[in-house]
């Protein structure tokens, strides 16, 4: 059976510097500058994919492409990742297509439920996902933010009951924070940091800008 690995192993890997743990994948994205080069890539990822069996997910735009990479029999990362996050890489260098590990994140919505499984049918109807066990709705295409409902032990009317999870680089994540609150925004709470920071606009709308640190 794979072993799963952690981002902290994945990360202490030689030859996935571009690379960043996000949530349950490794993710990468490199600046084509043009269609051709990101289909010319593209190809040399689906190549590579197919030869080791394991394929990642890929996103094709004009100006980029970006990989996500996890094991799905295990739910998250194996040194399979490892092995093909290195020969993607290369692929890339072959190309001369440069990586931006900035340029990477994965988002997700929490939903704060007293009774979670009354209401995440409903989520799960009108969003067309899937239901992932009893607190997750995934986009079955892998394009939309997932969803996730967090029991609550008491009603919080003071609160807003919807807030965002942003998974950004773990060396990018205190950037984002501070830019956040440059920008008119407040610190909640860093009380769990480096692992998540809890931040709130002026109206108290929350949002977590969270990394694989401190999850292991």
Known sequence: MTERITPQQFHEAVGVEDWR????GACAHFRTGSFVAGVALVGAIGRLADAANHHPDVDLRYEGVTVRLSTHGIGGLSERDVTLARQISAAARELDVPADPTAVQVIQVAIDALVGLEVLPFWRAVLGYQQVGDEDLVDPHGRGPSIWFQDMDA???QRNRIHVDVSVPHDQAE???????AAGGHLVTDQYAPAWWTLADAEGNEV???TWMGRD
Do not use: G, N, S, T
């Open 208 to 210: 977590d800008v969270a």
């Open 155 to 157: 009603a919080r009317p």
């Open 21 to 24: 743990v996000l949530f349950e």
């Open 175 to 181: 950037a984002r924070v501070a830019a956040a609150i």
